[in-house]
C-alpha cells in the first residue's frame, strides 16, 4: 500500500515534465515565425528530391506537383515580333522568310514582313509583300485596313522623290495595280491624274482626273487639276461671254450641243461632276465609243459600273473641246435627252444659269 502513492506522484511528475517541454517547443516555433498544421493529412508528403542541373547537364529528373511549369517556347512569330521590337530586323526577316517558306498562306507572317521591309527602307520588297497578302487575305476588315494602309504608304512614297526619282515608272505600276483593287479611291486616282500630266500623257491624266472628281472627297481637287488639263484645248475664235439658249424640260434645262458633228440634248446637271450620254444613245451611235476605260460612277440609286470614252470634238455654241472624255449613263430610257452636261465642261467657264430667261451665260475664265 505504502508504494502506491509512490507510483502516482511518479506519474503526475512525468506528466507535467512532458506538457512543459511541448510548452517550451511550442513557444520556441511561434519565436522563429513556424506555425504547425493543425490537421496532419493520412496521405504521407513526398519527399522533394528535384534538383535543378546546371545548363550543361542533360540529366532530366521529374518533377513534384509544388514546381513551376516550365516556360512555354516561343512560336515564330512571336520570336519574330520580340526581334524586331529589339531592332534586329535582318534576324526577324530570315526568321519569318523561313516560316513562309514553309507556310506561304500565313497572312500574318507576310503582314509582319511587309512592316519589316518597310522599316528597312527596302520599298520594293515591302510592297510586293503587301500584294502577296492581299491576294490570300480573305477576313473583310483586315483587307480593307490592308487597302488603306497600301495606298496612303504609296502617297507618302510619291512624296519622297529622293527615294523613287529613278522609279517612277514602277511607282505607277504599283498605284494601278492597287487601283483595280480599290477602284474608288480617289486620291491614289488624283495621284496618278498629276503623274500621267507630269509626262505629258493628256488621256490618261484626263481619264484619272475625272475618276477622281467622282469622289466627294477630291471632287473640288480634281476639278481644279481638269480646269489645268483643258487649257488650249478650247478651239474657238468667240466673244469673251456668251449666251447659250436653254430648253425648258419640266423644272429642268437641256442644252443643245454638237458631239462629233451630231447635234444632242443634254440635261443640265450641276451636280454631275462627269458629263455623259445614255446608253439608249450609245447603243444607236456606238462608232462614237473610243478608248473606254472602266469606272464605278456614284449615282442616287448607288454605284454603278459603266465606262468612260473618248470624243473628238465636243462643241458648246461656238467653243469647241477636243478629246474630251464622257461617261456611258445608266439611262436606256430617257429618250427626251441624250446625256447630262456636267461640270467637267461647266466648269471651264464662269457660268450663270437664268432661269427665268432660259439661258446659259457663260465667260470664259482669264
Same mark, same amino acid.
Request: charged fraction near 20%; proline fraction near 5%; glycine fraction near 6%.
Given at each position: 500500500?505504502?508504494?502506491? /502513492?509512490?507510483?502516482?506522484?511518479?506519474?503526475?511528475?512525468?506528466?507535467?515534465?512532458?506538457y512543459?517541454?511541448?510548452?517550451?517547443?511550442?513557444?520556441?516555433?511561434?519565436?522563429?515565425?513556424? #506555425?504547425?498544421?493543425p490537421?496532419?493529412?493520412?496521405?504521407?508528403?513526398?519527399?522533394?528530391? *528535384?534538383?535543378?542541373?546546371?545548363?550543361?547537364?542533360?540529366t532530366?529528373?521529374?518533377a513534384?506537383?509544388?514546381? #513551376?511549369?516550365?516556360?512555354?517556347?516561343?512560336?515564330?512569330?512571336?520570336?519574330?515580333?520580340?526581334?524586331?521590337?529589339?531592332?534586329?530586323?535582318?534576324?526577324?526577316?530570315?526568321l519569318?522568310?523561313?516560316?513562309?517558306?514553309?507556310?506561304?498562306?500565313?497572312?500574318?507572317?507576310?503582314?509582319?514582313l511587309?512592316?519589316?521591309?518597310?522599316?528597312?527602307?527596302?520599298?520594293?520588297?515591302?510592297?510586293?509583300?503587301?500584294?502577296?497578302? !492581299?491576294?490570300?487575305?480573305?477576313?473583310?476588315?483586315?483587307?480593307?485596313?490592308?487597302?488603306?494602309?497600301?495606298?496612303?504608304?504609296?502617297?507618302?512614297?510619291?512624296?519622297? %522623290?529622293?527615294?523613287?526619282?529613278?522609279?517612277?515608272?514602277?511607282?505607277?505600276?504599283?498605284i494601278?495595280?492597287?487601283?483595280? !483593287?480599290? /477602284?474608288?479611291?480617289?486620291?491614289?486616282h488624283?495621284?496618278?491624274?498629276?503623274?500621267?500630266?507630269?509626262?505629258e500623257e493628256?488621256?490618261?491624266?484626263?481619264?484619272?482626273? *475625272?475618276?477622281?472628281?467622282n469622289? %466627294?472627297?477630291?471632287?473640288?481637287?480634281?476639278?481644279? !487639276?481638269?480646269?489645268?488639263?483643258?487649257?488650249?484645248?478650247?478651239?474657238?475664235?468667240?466673244p469673251?461671254?456668251?449666251?447659250?439658249?436653254?430648253i425648258?424640260?419640266?423644272?429642268?434645262? *437641256?442644252?443643245?450641243?454638237?458631239?462629233?458633228?451630231?447635234? #444632242?440634248?443634254?440635261l443640265?446637271?450641276?451636280?454631275a461632276?462627269?458629263?455623259?450620254?445614255?446608253?439608249?444613245?450609245?447603243?444607236?451611235?456606238? %462608232?462614237?465609243?473610243?478608248s473606254?476605260?472602266?469606272?464605278?460612277?456614284?449615282?442616287?440609286?448607288?454605284?454603278?459600273?459603266?465606262?468612260?470614252?473618248?470624243?473628238?470634238?465636243?462643241t458648246?455654241?461656238?467653243v469647241?473641246f477636243?478629246?474630251?472624255?464622257?461617261?456611258?449613263l445608266?439611262m436606256?430610257n430617257?429618250? !427626251?435627252?441624250?446625256? *447630262?452636261?456636267?461640270?467637267?465642261?461647266l466648269?471651264r467657264?464662269?457660268?450663270?444659269?437664268?432661269?427665268q430667261?432660259?439661258?446659259?451665260?457663260?465667260?470664259?475664265r482669264?
Amino acid at each position: 500500500m505504502k508504494k502506491f /502513492p509512490v507510483f502516482v506522484i511518479s506519474m503526475i511528475a512525468f506528466s507535467l515534465g512532458f506538457y512543459a517541454s511541448e510548452y517550451r517547443h511550442q513557444q520556441r516555433d511561434i519565436g522563429t515565425g513556424v #506555425v504547425a498544421s493543425p490537421v496532419v493529412s493520412a496521405v504521407p508528403e513526398r519527399h522533394n528530391s *528535384l534538383q535543378h542541373s546546371s545548363p550543361s547537364s542533360h540529366t532530366t529528373r521529374s518533377a513534384s506537383p509544388q514546381q #513551376v511549369p516550365a516556360a512555354k517556347a516561343q512560336s515564330p512569330l512571336e520570336r519574330a515580333n520580340q526581334l524586331i521590337a529589339n531592332g534586329a530586323y535582318g534576324e526577324a526577316v530570315r526568321l519569318l522568310q523561313q516560316l513562309l517558306g514553309q507556310e506561304p498562306r500565313n497572312t500574318e507572317a507576310l503582314w509582319l514582313l511587309a512592316r519589316v521591309y518597310e522599316q528597312q527602307g527596302l520599298h520594293k520588297e515591302s510592297v510586293a509583300t503587301w500584294f502577296r497578302y !492581299l491576294n490570300i487575305e480573305i477576313d473583310a476588315k483586315k483587307m480593307e485596313d490592308a487597302l488603306a494602309y497600301l495606298a496612303k504608304y504609296l502617297i507618302r512614297l510619291s512624296e519622297n %522623290p529622293a527615294i523613287f526619282g529613278e522609279s517612277y515608272e514602277w511607282l505607277m505600276l504599283q498605284i494601278n495595280d492597287l487601283i483595280k !483593287l480599290t /477602284p474608288d479611291n480617289g486620291e491614289l486616282h488624283l495621284l496618278l491624274a498629276k503623274m500621267h500630266l507630269k509626262l505629258e500623257e493628256k488621256e490618261q491624266a484626263q481619264y484619272h482626273a *475625272l475618276m477622281a472628281a467622282n469622289q %466627294p472627297e477630291t471632287q473640288a481637287r480634281a476639278e481644279g !487639276l481638269l480646269a489645268k488639263l483643258y487649257e488650249g484645248t478650247q478651239q474657238d475664235d468667240s466673244p469673251a461671254e456668251m449666251q447659250v439658249p436653254l430648253i425648258r424640260f419640266g423644272g429642268q434645262f *437641256l442644252v443643245p450641243v454638237t458631239i462629233e458633228g451630231e447635234k #444632242v440634248k443634254l440635261l443640265l446637271d450641276t451636280g454631275a461632276s462627269i458629263s455623259g450620254l445614255t446608253a439608249s444613245f450609245i447603243n444607236r451611235h456606238y %462608232p462614237s465609243v473610243k478608248s473606254p476605260k472602266p469606272i464605278q460612277l456614284n449615282t442616287a440609286s448607288g454605284t454603278v459600273e459603266t465606262y468612260l470614252f473618248l470624243v473628238d470634238t465636243l462643241t458648246i455654241d461656238n467653243v469647241t473641246f477636243n478629246k474630251h472624255m464622257l461617261a456611258r449613263l445608266p439611262m436606256d430610257n430617257a429618250d !427626251l435627252f441624250d446625256g *447630262l452636261l456636267g461640270i467637267d465642261i461647266l466648269g471651264r467657264f464662269d457660268f450663270v444659269i437664268d432661269q427665268q430667261a432660259a439661258v446659259l451665260r457663260l465667260r470664259k475664265r482669264q
